[in-house]
Nanobody
Framework: QVQLVESGGGLVQAGGSLSVSCTAS????????MGWYRQAPGKEREFVAT???????NYAGSVKGRFTISRDNAKNTVFLQMNSLNPEDKAVYYC????????????????WGQGTQVTVSS
């Protein structure tokens, strides 16, 4: 089985910075894309950012220029640096990974972390 464990998050004032990270563990062959999603109270889960195993990134328009996603392939870890945070960024942030369980996997399996809370005070 594959587990995604997030760390970081917490409380920050508006305009401040915060970072979260997520490490994949378990038995698998490789990881394709890793990313972050978030869910605010009463809202649908939404895309934040994603990064491929070759380092190509994609961001939601609402975070572009403020958030930076990166990864350490050797450690199966993805990071999200969040700058210039505002109250609209308050949400539970979820890690996402597309994992090849074996060398013969045709379609990667998708996994989610348990979520980590990010709160921004105004």
């Amino acid at each position: 089985q594959v587990q995604l464990v997030e760390s970081g998050g917490g409380l920050v004032q508006a305009g401040g910075s915060l970072s979260v990270s997520c490490t994949a563990s378990g038995t698998f062959f490789s990881i394709n894309a890793m990313g972050w999603y978030r869910q605010a109270p009463g809202k649908e889960r939404e895309f934040v950012a994603t990064i491929t195993n070759s380092g190509n990134t994609n961001y939601a328009g609402s975070v572009k220029g403020r958030f930076t996603i990166s990864r350490d392939n050797a450690k199966n870890t993805v990071f999200l640096q969040m700058n210039s945070l505002n109250p609209e960024d308050k949400a539970v942030y979820y890690c996402n990974a597309h994992v090849n369980r074996t060398a013969w996997s045709r379609v990667p399996s998708e996994y989610w972390g348990q979520g980590t809370q990010v709160t921004v005070s105004s």
